[in-house]
């Protein structure tokens, strides 16, 4: 995302909270040049430093310093940043600076807990998928980055997938392939969703060049790794997390894909906390 792209993302982001203007804060305009305080209240990696300095800068205080960098992993009461301004401005950005912080931190801190389980067997990569936060996608995709994972495609416009109900429309996956070569350039690889070893052998034949391999176990993807023996890249899908994780990546599959990095993340606990004035 370019600076002005994300600068109009940002703006919207806190105008939906500030609307006509922060009532509470504005009842106190002679606070001074205040110091806030973020502190991570609990273990993770961080994500989205980079976000919170620049809501700042856009509501008009732009004296901030980061303590740690992005990506770092800390512990519990960790300083993460400060920012001194006019303290009604600090409160005007203090909740979507969090918002933004503690919920791309918390995708950082889960991509990772996958990333290391996954390196212990072998070579498999960690992937996002689209379900994301309507209007949050590039920040989340962005964070899962800084976990250590690889992105998925970013939307229907930069990848060809053909999911079942694709199929459906075509009339079958040969059918599905074939129609799909028509249309696109010669640079864009064809994936496939499959749910049996016959969908499996049907996406080979048709020359697909990344298999989806939906809602299988540990033991169907191990087998079908077998079959495609390298004629495709392969991924697999549906209810893998954390208990189950494991035995994907040990059955040699190339990509993980899991929508719960994004869809059901829990948010890093982080905390805003202005100084006490001086006396």
């Given amino acids: ?12 982001i806190l105008a939906e909270d500030l609307g006509s203007g922060d009532i509470t804060s504005s009842c106190f305009p002679s606070a001074g040049i205040r110091r806030g305080w973020f502190t991570a209240r ?50 005007q950005g203090e909740r ?12 950082a801190t889960e991509t990772a807990e996958m990333v290391e389980i996954v390196g212990l067997h072998g070579s498999t990569r960690i992937t996002d998928t689209r379900k994301t936060t309507p ?14 994972g690889f992105n998925h495609r970013w939307g229907l416009y930069d990848a060809v997938m053909l999911k079942d109900n694709h199929i459906k429309l075509a009339g079958g996956i040969s059918q599905a ?25 049907q996406a080979l034949d048709a020359g697909a060049e990344i298999i989806m391999l939906d809602n299988m176990t540990p033991a169907q993807v191990a087998q079908a790794v077998g079959i495609v023996a390298g004629r495709a890249i392969t991924e697999a899908s549906g209810s893998i997390d954390a208990s189950n994780l494991a035995g994907y990546a040990a059955a040699g599959v190339d990509y993980i894909s899991m929508g ?13 906390d202005l100084d006490q004035p001086k006396q």
Avoid at 52 to 73: D, K, M, N, P, V
Avoid at 96 to 107: E, F, K, M, P, T
Avoid at 179 to 199: A, D, P, S, Y
Wanted: hydrophobic share 50%; aromatic share 8%; glycine share 10%.
């Fill in 1 to 12: 995302m370019i600076a002005i792209q994300l600068d109009q993302k940002l703006r919207e």
């Fill in 42 to 91: 609990a273990p993770g990696i961080i994500a989205g430093l980079p976000f919170a300095q620049r809501i700042f800068a856009l509501l008009g205080a732009e004296q901030w310093t980061s303590l740690i960098h992005e990506g770092q992993a800390v512990d519990a009461e960790t300083r993460l940043a400060y920012i001194d301004g006019p303290g009604e401005l600090l409160l």
């Fill in 96 to 107: 979507v600076a969090l918002n933004l912080l503690q919920r791309l931190s918390g995708i």
């Fill in 135 to 148: 209007g949050l996608r590039w920040f989340e995709k962005y964070a899962v980055r800084i976990g250590g």
């Fill in 177 to 201: 392939v074939a129609q799909v070569r028509k249309q696109i350039g010669h640079t864009l690889k064809v994936e496939v969703e499959v749910e049996t070893f016959t969908q499996l052998q």
């Fill in 260 to 272: 719960a990095l994004t869809h059901s993340v829990r948010a890093l606990d982080i905390g805003f």
